[in-house]
Structures are given as structure tokens and as C-alpha cells.
């Protein structure tokens, strides 16, 4: 059979092609099929199939059969997999959500850190056969290694990242949006743009169906939808692609799943505002503008991007330096705002570190399940010096080492910057004159040795409070800049709900370690928290962790 397809190779003229159809593949997915088709015409023979091409439709005797939207990796040929029109506009009146895709899951980290790492879902690198066509997605305004450091994430994503290339366009390209035409998907508009181009299969109405494959199953999140042109076609022998730049916002894409996107002509979905201003370490200014799509795995990540860029715009990937981040989200509807405050230190990737930090908590509180809390607006200021300051807990000690009930025991810490100066703080610790004799333990140590603990608390209740009550627990986190001290001793202890019971009686240790009561955010302990102090503020980052213990005797 001969089919004719339609796409635009240059501007924003829709050009036809030709189309072979070889023939059907049947149960390629969940009830899916896909035709199978060689295309010819226009650069395609010198192209294959480029990336942005996902959308073209193809008709076969006047009618729509469906769009380009798979090929085969390193394909000498145009060859090219056809989704079905059925499939794409089938369920647009359902329900609209899908299954998030796994690199946008920012908490895997934090959870391996606290000992609840999962293994992440993905496509295998080397899997061979059809795979959906890489949609370009052009990152403006960025800076040069944003698309190299964030390149695997947007890659696993079935994006192709451009840097540099592809924001707005000078002129918007108009014209009707049509099968065939160009449109692109935004992620973040203002200074820095992110926008994901393919091609319009089909306009029911002011419904819009393209791509025929997912973008990044989002799911029901609502996305700008925007007209784009096609700047050039660059060919290459890894995967050719559309350069495009994007207009004017002409609706909003709703519903991003399997089989296809789809959405509505007229007004633009409602962003997320978000302001980042770096004074960098030559002593300039530099400030950006920006808006974020709403959407709990989006936004977080967005922001993560964005962070990271500002930074690495204008400081040294490689070299020591120090970030102090002063951050704040507020939610619509009366929730507590976020404070993101803290200080970043090294000699490589600072602006990696200090984008990923900002972004976790804003990550955890939107992928916790609180239907109603919703950003209202991000503002991140940032100070960046060039040197590496931190503040080295060298060593500490108890005095004395054994002490009655009743009685006080100083628990000491000495502090070494990088010049080689000392720093010495201590905290006065009174003994309980119900403790009982033995050994207790004290732990002299930096922010991220003890947060471990409320992560691990926190991550285990998320579910079990209420959205105001999870922020400012997660405001309670320790900050980088303080040192500080816990005394505890080894004492089997419980968190329930976000909050840690230090001597709970056995009867309930029973009751919360079973399958019930993990299910209500018990998570066991082996530790009792006697008492926590912070030893010290200092304008660093405080590093390292020492254990120490002193002995309490009988009067």
C-alpha cells in the first residue's frame, strides 16, 4: 500500500512525503499495534527519521492512519513506526493520568542514603527493536555544561537535549495549527527556556492529538503548548533532528501517556513563578526570571536545572568554592512557607550539590501525596565566594569520662578551618539523676551525619501527617553551617509518624513492629536521643563527626 504523510522539514511550511507501508506489527504493547512503514521524500533519505518528526500524520487513501512516531536506533534506512490513530484519541475523555517515569524520582538518592534505597525502572541502553523517536528538547539561556551534567536524566527520559539553541522565536511563526504543523511543549518559560518539539497528527475541534508516543508519561500535569518552526534539519549518523524555536503559547497539553499527547487550543496552563538571583564571586548580579510547570516530579527537577545553571554560569566547576543559598517556596492555600537555607563547600561540582539540596525537600513535600499543596511562587537567592571554607571537627572529648547522676559532663569539640586556626566549643550535658550506671554515647558531628536519622523518620511517615505539619518538620532540618551534639545511648527506640519515641514500653514496640503498625509509619530505632545541642554557628560549612563516651557510675 502507498500512504502520504506530512511534516515540516524547514520553517513553518508542512511538506509531504511519501510512505511505503511494509506492514503490521501486532501486540507490540498492551493491546497496540503498529504499522510499519518506509518513508521517502524531501531530506529523509539523507536524514532518516529525525528526532521532532514523532507526529506526522499519514494518510492512506485520504484518510488518517496514524503518525510516525518509532524507529530502529542507527537505522541506514527511513524507516519508521506508525501508531494507529485509534490508539492516540481512544480514553481522552478518561481519566487523565500515567505512570511517572523513573529519573524524575529526585528522592532515590536520599533514599539510598538513609538505607531505603529501591532500584530505579528504565530502559536498557542496549535494548534493540522499535523505540519511540527522541523529541528534541532545546535548552536556552542555559549554561554549557547544564545539557552534558543533566544529559543521561533527559536522555532516559526519551528527550534528545540541544543546548543553546531553540528558545524563542524573534517572530512567532503563526498560522494555523494543523496536522503536519509544529508545535513544541514547554518545561520552563522566561530567561531560561526549556521546550520539547514534534508534530500536530490530528485537531478535533480545538482538541490537539501529536507525537504518538509518550513525552515524559507526566501523566494528567498540565504543560504550555506553544507553535514552534523549524530553524534546520541537521543530519547525523547517531540521530538527525529538527532545530526548532518556539512561539507564543496557543493552550495546554493535559493528558501525556503511551499512546500519544493531547490537549486544547486557548489559554495557557498556570505556571509556577520562580525568581534566582546569584551574587557571584567576581561581585556581580546576575538574575533570572523564570516560570515552572506545576507538577510534583517536574517542578522539583525544574528547579534543580535552573540552580544549577545560575551557578555554573558564572563559578568554577572545578576549584574551591562556596555557595550560601537562601531559599523560600510558599504554597497557595495557607501552608507554611519552605525555607531552603543552607551552605554548599569543595573544590568540584558545589553547583551540582547545592542545586540537588535545594531541590530534595520541595521533591519530598510535593511527592508525598498532599492533594492540596500547591507552590505559589519559588524565590532563590545565592552567594558564592571563591574559596573552599569549611570547618574540620578534628577531635572531642567528655569531662570528666565518668560522672553520677546529678552530676554535669562537658562534652568539648575542637574545630580546624582550612588556614590551620582552632575553634574550641563545648556543651554542658547534666546527668539525669534517674539515669541508671552504664556507658552513654555522644556524637560530635556536622548536619548531614545527623539528618540521616530524620530522613529516615521523615521518608517512613510522610504519609501520616498533615501537609503544614511535614514542612516545618522538614524547616527542623539541621543546617550545614552548625556543628552540633547528641547525646544518646544504645536503647532500642521507635519513630511513629515523623516523631521519635526515645524509650517506648515493650507492650508497644510489639504493636508497632508489625506489618500494621509499619503501615502507619513505625519504623524501629536502635538508638535513644538523651539530649541535642548545636555546639556552634560558624559562616562554613561544618564537616566530619567524632564518637566519643563517658560513663555514668552509681551515687
Same mark, same amino acid.
Not at 500500500?1 to 515540516?8: H, I, L, S, W
Given at each position: 500500500?502507498?500512504?502520504?504523510?506530512?511534516?515540516?522539514f524547514a520553517g513553518s511550511e508542512i511538506e509531504e512525503f511519501d510512505v511505503e507501508i511494509l506492514g503490521v506489527l501486532e501486540n507490540v504493547g498492551p493491546r497496540q499495534s503498529l504499522i510499519v512503514g518506509r518513508l521517502a521524500g524531501g531530506p529523509l533519505e539523507k536524514t532518516g527519521v529525525p528526532a521532532g518528526m514523532s507526529g506526522s500524520p499519514v494518510y492512506i487513501d485520504g484518510k488518517l492512519a496514524g503518525a510516525v512516531a518509532f524507529t530502529f536506533p542507527f537505522a541506514t534506512e527511513p524507516i519508521a513506526g506508525i501508531r494507529p490513530i485509534a490508539q492516540m484519541v481512544a480514553g481522552f475523555e478518561g481519566p487523565q493520568h500515567g505512570a511517572q517515569a523513573a529519573p524524575l524520582d529526585m528522592l532515590a538518592e536520599l533514599r539510598e542514603a538513609v538505607g531505603l534505597a529501591r532500584p530505579a525502572a528504565g530502559r536498557d541502553a542496549a535494548e534493540a527493536g522499535f523505540l519511540p523517536i527522541a523529541t528534541p528538547v532545546s535548552l536556552a539561556g542555559f549554561s554549557a555544561r547544564t545539557a552534558a551534567v543533566f544529559g543521561r536524566q533527559l536522555r532516559a527520559l526519551g528527550l534528545r537535549p540541544v543546548q543553546g539553541s531553540g528558545g524563542g522565536l524573534r517572530a512567532d511563526p503563526g498560522g494555523p495549527v494543523e496536522p503536519g504543523a509544529m508545535i513544541a511543549v514547554g518545561l520552563i518559560r522566561g530567561d531560561l527556556q526549556v521546550n520539547a518539539a514534534g508534530t500536530v497528527t490530528h485537531v478535533d475541534g480545538n482538541r490537539v492529538f501529536a507525537f504518538g508516543h509518550r513525552f515524559i508519561s507526566s501523566g494528567g500535569a498540565e504543560l504550555p503548548m506553544m507553535r514552534a518552526s523549524v530553524l534546520a534539519l541537521v543530519p547525523s549518523l547517531n540521530n538527525s533532528f529538527k532545530l526548532t524555536g518556539a512561539g507564543g503559547p496557543i493552550g495546554k497539553i493535559s493528558l501525556d501517556r503511551e499512546t500519544g499527547i493531547a490537549g486544547e487550543?486557548?489559554?495557557a496552563p498556570d505556571l509556577v513563578p520562580c525568581k534566582i538571583r546569584l551574587l557571584s564571586a567576581d561581585g556581580g548580579t546576575h538574575a533570572y526570571d523564570l516560570e515552572l510547570v506545576r507538577d510534583a516530579q517536574l517542578t522539583p527537577f525544574l528547579l534543580q536545572l535552573a540552580v544549577f545553571s545560575a551557578i555554573d554560569a558564572t563559578e568554577r566547576a572545578l576549584g574551591p568554592l562556596t555557595v550560601k543559598v537562601k531559599g523560600t517556596v510558599r504554597f497557595a492555600g495557607g501552608a507554611p512557607d519552605l525555607v531552603l537555607d543552607d551552605i554548599y563547600s569543595g573544590i568540584a561540582n558545589v553547583g551540582a550539590d547545592a542545586a540537588l539540596a535545594t531541590a530534595v525537600p520541595l521533591a519530598f513535600l510535593l511527592q508525598s501525596g498532599f492533594a492540596n499543596l500547591r507552590a505559589a511562587s519559588i524565590d532563590i537567592v545565592g552567594e558564592a565566594a571563591a574559596q573552599d571554607k569549611y570547618s574540620e571537627i578534628v577531635r572531642a572529648w567528655a569531662t570528666p569520662p565518668q560522672a553520677r547522676p546529678g552530676e554535669t559532663v562537658a562534652i568539648t569539640a575542637v574545630l580546624k578551618d582550612p588556614g590551620g586556626n582552632e575553634t574550641q566549643r563545648s556543651f554542658r550535658y547534666p546527668v539525669p539523676v534517674s539515669m541508671s550506671p552504664g556507658a552513654v554515647n555522644a556524637t560530635v558531628a556536622d548536619a548531614a551525619s545527623l539528618n540521616i536519622l530524620e530522613w529516615r523518620g521523615l521518608l517512613a511517615g510522610r504519609r501520616s501527617r498533615g501537609a503544614a505539619e511535614m514542612i516545618r518538620l522538614v524547616n527542623r532540618l539541621r543546617k550545614s553551617d552548625r556543628a552540633y551534639v547528641r547525646v544518646w545511648r544504645q536503647k532500642q527506640s521507635l519513630w511513629l509518624q515523623s516523631e521519635r519515641l526515645p524509650s517506648p514500653p515493650a507492650s508497644l514496640r510489639a504493636v508497632l513492629s508489625t506489618a500494621e503498625g509499619r503501615g502507619a509509619g513505625a519504623a524501629?530505632?536502635?538508638?535513644?536521643?538523651?539530649?541535642?545541642? +548545636?555546639? !556552634?554557628?560558624? %559562616?562554613?560549612? +561544618?564537616? !566530619?563527626?567524632? %564518637?566519643l563516651q563517658f560513663t555514668v557510675t552509681q551515687n
Open positions: 500500500m502507498k500512504a502520504t504523510g506530512r511534516t515540516v487550543l486557548g489559554a524501629q530505632d536502635l538508638s535513644s536521643t538523651l539530649a541535642e545541642a +548545636v555546639l !556552634g554557628e560558624f %559562616d562554613s560549612v +561544618v564537616r !566530619g563527626r567524632v %564518637d
